[in-house]
C-alpha cells in the first residue's frame, strides 16, 4: 500500500487514479499534458498559454485544440481544466484587463485619447489603436462600453 504522503505528491502533479484499469494512450497523453498545464499555472500564475509557446509548443497545441473543441470535450474533463482557472475564450479575459487598464488612463487623463506610442503602458497604446480599427469586429457590448467611457473613434492627425 502506498503511503499518504506519496499519494498526495503524486495527485499533486496530475496523477489520476483509476480503480481495475489502465489508461489508454490517449487518456495517458491528456493526463501528462494536463500535468504540464498544472505546471505552467504554477509557474506563470495563470493558464493562458500563449498560442506560439516556443518552450513547449506541444502543450500549446494542446491548449489550443482544447479551446477551439471546448463545446465537444468530455464534462469530467472540461471541470478538470476550468478548476485550475482554465480560460475558454483568453481574447474575452485580455480585452477585459485592457479595459480596465482604459478607464484608468481616462481617470488619471481625463480621456480615452491614448497615444499609439505610450510610454507607460505601450500595449494600451497599441490596444486602443487597435480597437479603433477592428471596430466592425466589435461585439455590440464592446462598443456601448468604450461608447460608455467616452472612447474616441476617430482621431485627426
Known amino acids: 500500500k502506498l503511503r499518504s504522503d506519496r ?3 503524486l495527485e499533486s502533479v496530475g ?7 489502465s489508461l489508454t494512450a490517449y487518456e495517458k497523453q491528456w493526463e501528462n499534458m494536463f500535468a504540464k498545464l498544472q505546471e505552467y499555472c504554477r509557474e506563470n500564475g495563470d493558464c ?22 471546448h463545446d465537444k470535450l468530455d464534462p469530467t474533463r472540461r471541470e478538470r481544466l476550468e478548476s485550475i482557472g482554465f480560460v475558454w475564450f483568453p481574447f474575452d479575459d485580455r ?5 480596465e487598464n482604459l478607464k484608468e488612463y481616462r481617470r488619471k487623463h ?16 497599441l490596444w486602443v489603436m487597435v480597437q479603433r480599427r477592428r ?7 464592446q462598443i456601448s462600453r468604450l461608447d460608455s467611457i467616452g472612447f474616441v473613434w476617430r482621431v485627426r492627425k
Open 110 to 125: 481625463g480621456d480615452c485619447l491614448v497615444p499609439s506610442h505610450y510610454k507607460e503602458d505601450p500595449s494600451l497604446g
Open 48 to 69: 493562458h498559454v500563449p498560442q506560439f509557446y516556443k518552450e513547449d509548443p506541444s502543450l500549446a497545441r494542446w491548449v489550443s485544440k482544447h479551446r477551439v473543441r
Open 135 to 141: 471596430h466592425e469586429h466589435l461585439t455590440s457590448e
Open 15 to 21: 496523477f489520476v487514479w483509476v480503480s481495475g484499469k
Open 95 to 99: 480585452w477585459e484587463d485592457t479595459f
Open 7 to 9: 499519494r498526495s505528491e
